[in-house]
C-alpha cells in the first residue's frame, strides 16, 4: 500500500516555541492531506483538511492562527503548532488520500509541550 | 452532527471470535470504515463497506446494513497481537468534496491467553 511518513516522530519543546510537522505521501500524490490530534484515551479529532495549492478548511473550534497548515506541494503538507502550550501535547497523525479515495496514515508525531 | 458508538472496551480469548460493533447517525452516508491502532501508532487501514452486506479478509469480515446504522467488526482466530483499538469512522456525504471521515471513540480490545 501507499506510504505516507511524519517528522519529526517524536518532539519536545518549551512553551511558547513554535513547532513544524511534516507529512509526506511517498509514492503517490495526494491532493488532499488530513490533520488530526488524538489525546489519551480518546479517538481521533479531525482539525483540518489540507489541500494543495489553496487554503486550508479548518474544523469548528480550531484556531486556524495557531495550528498553520501549508500544502505546498502533491505529496508535502506541514503544520505548525504556533506558541505552543502545554494543552497542546497531543499526537498528532495526518493522512493522505489518493487517487482511488483510499486514506492512508502517517505515524504520528507525538508532541510535549513543556 | 455525526454521531458514531461503539463499545468502550471487550475482552476475548486466545483463538476464539469477537465481534465488534459500531453504531452510527450521520448527516449522509458516503462509507464505513474499521481502523485498528495499536497504542502510541497510527490507525491502520481493515475494511470499507459502502453497500449492505459482509466484505470478508482473511480472518477479518465486516458488515454493514445502511438501513439500521449498524455495523460489526468481525476477528477471527483471535491472536494477542489483535489487541489494540478498533475505530469505526463514517464518511457522511456532506463532506464537502474533501472526503472527510468522522471516527467514533474506539473499542479497546484485549486477547487473553
Known amino acids: 500500500g501507499a506510504v505516507v511518513s511524519q517528522h519529526p516522530s517524536r518532539v519536545i519543546c518549551k512553551s511558547g516555541t513554535s513547532v513544524k510537522i511534516e507529512c509526506r505521501s511517498l509514492d503517490f500524490q495526494a491532493t488532499t492531506m488530513f490533520w488530526y490530534r488524538q489525546f489519551p484515551k480518546q479517538s481521533l479529532m479531525l482539525m483540518a483538511t489540507?489541500?494543495?495549492?489553496?487554503?486550508?478548511?479548518?474544523e469548528q473550534g480550531v484556531e486556524k492562527d495557531k495550528f498553520l497548515i501549508n500544502h505546498a506541494s502533491l505529496t508535502l503538507s506541514t503544520l505548525t503548532v504556533t506558541s505552543a502550550h502545554p494543552e497542546d501535547s497531543s499526537f498528532y497523525i495526518c493522512?493522505?488520500?489518493?487517487?482511488?479515495?483510499?486514506?492512508?496514515f502517517g505515524p504520528g508525531t507525538r508532541l510535549t509541550v513543556l | 452532527g455525526q454521531n458514531i458508538d461503539q463499545p468502550t472496551e471487550m475482552t476475548a480469548t486466545e483463538g476464539a471470535i469477537v465481534q465488534i460493533n459500531c453504531t452510527y447517525q450521520t448527516s449522509g452516508f458516503n462509507g464505513l470504515f474499521w481502523y485498528q491502532q495499536h497504542a502510541g501508532e497510527a490507525p491502520t487501514f481493515l475494511s470499507y463497506n459502502v453497500l449492505d452486506g459482509l466484505e470478508e479478509k482473511g480472518r477479518f469480515s465486516s458488515f454493514l446494513s445502511r438501513s439500521k446504522g449498524y455495523s460489526y467488526l468481525l476477528l477471527k482466530e483471535l491472536q494477542m497481537k489483535d489487541s489494540a483499538s478498533y475505530l469505526c469512522?463514517?464518511?457522511?456525504?456532506?463532506?464537502?468534496?474533501?472526503?472527510?471521515?468522522?471516527f467514533g471513540t474506539g473499542t479497546k480490545l484485549q486477547v487473553i491467553p
Open positions: 469512522a463514517v464518511r457522511p456525504t456532506d463532506s464537502g468534496g474533501y472526503q472527510k471521515v468522522t
Open positions: 493522512s493522505a488520500r489518493d487517487h482511488y479515495n483510499e486514506q492512508f
Open positions: 489540507s489541500n494543495e495549492g489553496s487554503k486550508a478548511t479548518y
